[in-house]
């Protein structure tokens, strides 16, 4: 019963570094998306993908990078690590349809650039 | 812009009392409505999704309640329990969006 799994679960940068955080579903589900949760902001989108070989940008998709070669996998990609990308990040996965379409969360990533 | 609004940022209340939690929205154009709890240091719940046709979920202690022309929804707990305890999220697919528009959440504290 693993739904979305998210690793690392925590991670420190250097400025500059770059690394990839993974994201996998297991529910066949067609859409996925990258969230990104700061203090007093909410959650906001940094990237999503409708289906395997297609992704958009979100509202904050600036120093990310996105790819979507399997249904299952979603990796986000931090091209050169800044201290402004310090956040908790979490991926979800739902249905395409747009009534029904329960959104499912993993764990999330804290991620720490300095 | 679409946006999602909760108040208040921060609850407190006793063990055992019945209470509400808002979330407003700016359109009435949606699709789902959807509740998350979301406990520190964790990731996101599901608890409750409404669709756009209808007024109210149900699943345990918890209801949710869904008017869309005043753009407002509700979840209530009732008999509130210290394992209540967490923040608890709203999110809202807009028609004209096919991304969750959150607000900034409710932080609940359940007193012993």
């Known amino acids: 019963n693993a739904g979305v799994t998210q690793t690392p679960k925590f991670q420190v940068l250097k400025t500059g570094q770059s690394m990839t955080l993974q994201c996998a579903q297991d529910?066949?589900?067609?859409?996925m998306s990258w969230y990104r949760q700061d203090p007093g902001m909410g959650l906001r989108l940094i990237h999503y993908?409708?289906?395997?070989?297609?992704?958009d940008q979100g509202e904050v998709p600036n120093g990310y990078n996105v790819s979507r070669s399997t249904t299952e996998d979603f990796p986000l990609r931090l091209l050169s690590a800044a201290p402004s990308q310090t956040s908790v990040y979490f991926c979800?996965?739902?249905?395409?349809?747009?009534?029904?379409?329960?959104?499912?969360f993993g764990q999330g990533t804290r991620l720490t650039v300095v | 812009k679409q946006e999602v609004t909760q108040i208040p940022a921060a609850l407190s209340v006793p063990e055992g009392e019945n209470l509400v939690l808002n979330c407003s929205f700016t359109d009435s154009a949606i699709y789902n409505l959807q509740w998350f709890r979301q406990d520190p240091g964790k990731g996101l719940t599901s608890l409750l999704l409404i669709q756009s046709s209808q007024r109210e979920q149900t699943s345990g202690r918890l209801n949710a309640s869904l008017d869309k022309s005043s753009g407002r929804s509700t979840l209530y707990i009732a008999a509130s329990q210290p394992g209540d305890s967490a923040t608890y999220l709203c999110?809202?697919?807009?028609?004209?969006?096919?991304?969750?528009?959150f607000g900034s959440g409710t932080q609940l504290t359940v007193l012993p």
């Open positions: 979800a996965s739902s249905y395409l349809g747009l009534l029904d379409t329960e959104a499912f």
């Open positions: 999110a809202v697919l807009f028609r004209s969006a096919r991304q969750l528009t």
């Open positions: 529910m066949n589900h067609e859409y």
């Open positions: 993908s409708v289906g395997a070989g297609i992704t």
